[in-house]
Nanobody, 125 residues
Framework: MQLTESGGGLVQAGGSLRLSCAASGFASDDYARGWFRQAPGKEREGVSCISRSDGTTYYADSVKGRFTISSDKAKNTVYLQMNSLKPEDTAVYYC???????????????????WGKGTPVTVSS
């Protein structure tokens, strides 16, 4: 079971990035998926999650209207499109998978079964 993130990098404020999380070793229908982030000196926070069944989504208030989570089940890959980025979005972003539902997975990461290694996002002002 493996989750591999990509797409992080350095971007100016107002810019966009798209993160990808490719999964291997389990079927896309078996796990809810999500993105979490941790900034230096801060606790990890749930950014966005998507259910394994009906596509129900969760977004943290801080990213609503700017970030969009989506899933390509054929590729077993989840994406996080991040627009209008702000310096406070700077963090390491982690992909996660849970056999439970997003109500417990996001925002507090209860029931997360697998984590990726993370991809750094830096937003300059």
């Amino acid at each position: 079971m493996q989750l591999t993130e990509s797409g992080g990098g350095l971007v100016q404020a107002g810019g966009s990035l798209r993160l990808s999380c490719a999964a291997s070793g389990f079927a896309s229908d078996d796990y809810a998926r999500g993105w979490f982030r941790q900034a230096p000196g801060k606790e990890r926070e749930g950014v966005s999650c998507i259910s394994r069944s009906d596509g129900t989504t969760y977004y943290a208030d801080s990213v609503k209207g700017r970030f969009t989570i989506s899933s390509d089940k054929a590729k077993n890959t989840v994406y996080l499109q991040m627009n209008s980025l702000k310096p406070e979005d700077t963090a390491v972003y982690y992909c996660a998978a849970s056999a439970g539902d997003i109500a417990t997975m996001c925002p507090d990461s209860y029931g997360v079964d697998y984590w990726g290694k993370g991809t750094p996002v830096t937003v300059s002002s």
